[in-house]
C-alpha cells in the first residue's frame, strides 16, 4: 500500500492551496483518511480526518479555512486550504487507515512522504 501526496508549494498569506492524496496498493477497504502537519521543532499534529461515510474532524486552529473531502471510488483524499497564514507553514503528511487486501480484517496506518507548505508573511 501506498499513498502519494501532492499539491504543496510556497503561497503568500491569504491565498490558498490544493493537497490531494491518493492511495494505491492491495487494498480492501480505507476507514479513516487524513491530513497531519509537522513545523519545525514541533510535534505532528491532527489536521482534519474523514471516515469512508464523510464525517469529518477538523483541529480548531483551521476550522473555517481547511475542508477535507474525499473520494471513496478514487481512493483520495484532498485538503482544501483557504486564507492561508505563516503558522500553517508545515509538511504535510496523508495518513490512511487501510485494510490491506488478503490479510484478514486487521487494519494498518499508512502515511504519505509528505509535501511542504510554505506560507510567506
Known amino acids: 500500500v501506498q499513498l502519494q501526496a501532492s499539491g504543496g508549494g510556497l503561497v503568500q498569506a491569504g491565498g490558498s492551496l490544493r493537497l490531494s492524496c491518493a492511495a494505491s496498493?492491495?487494498?480492501?477497504?480505507?476507514?479513516?483518511m487524513g491530513w497531519y502537519r509537522q513545523a519545525p521543532g514541533k510535534q505532528r499534529e491532527l489536521v482534519a480526518t474523514?471516515?469512508?461515510?464523510?464525517?469529518?474532524n477538523t483541529a480548531d486552529s483551521v476550522k473555517g479555512r481547511f475542508t477535507i473531502s474525499r473520494d471513496n471510488a478514487k481512493r483520495t483524499v484532498s485538503l482544501q486550504m483557504n486564507s492561508l497564514k505563516p503558522e500553517d507553514t508545515a509538511v504535510y503528511y496523508c495518513?490512511?487507515?487501510?485494510?490491506?487486501?488478503?490479510?484478514?480484517?486487521?487494519?494498518?496506518?499508512?502515511w504519505g512522504q509528505g509535501t511542504q507548505v510554505t506560507v510567506s508573511s
Open positions: 474523514i471516515t469512508s461515510g464523510g464525517l469529518t
Open positions: 495518513n490512511a487507515d487501510v485494510v490491506p487486501t488478503g490479510r484478514g480484517i486487521q487494519s494498518y496506518d499508512y
Open positions: 496498493g492491495s487494498i480492501f477497504s480505507i476507514n479513516v
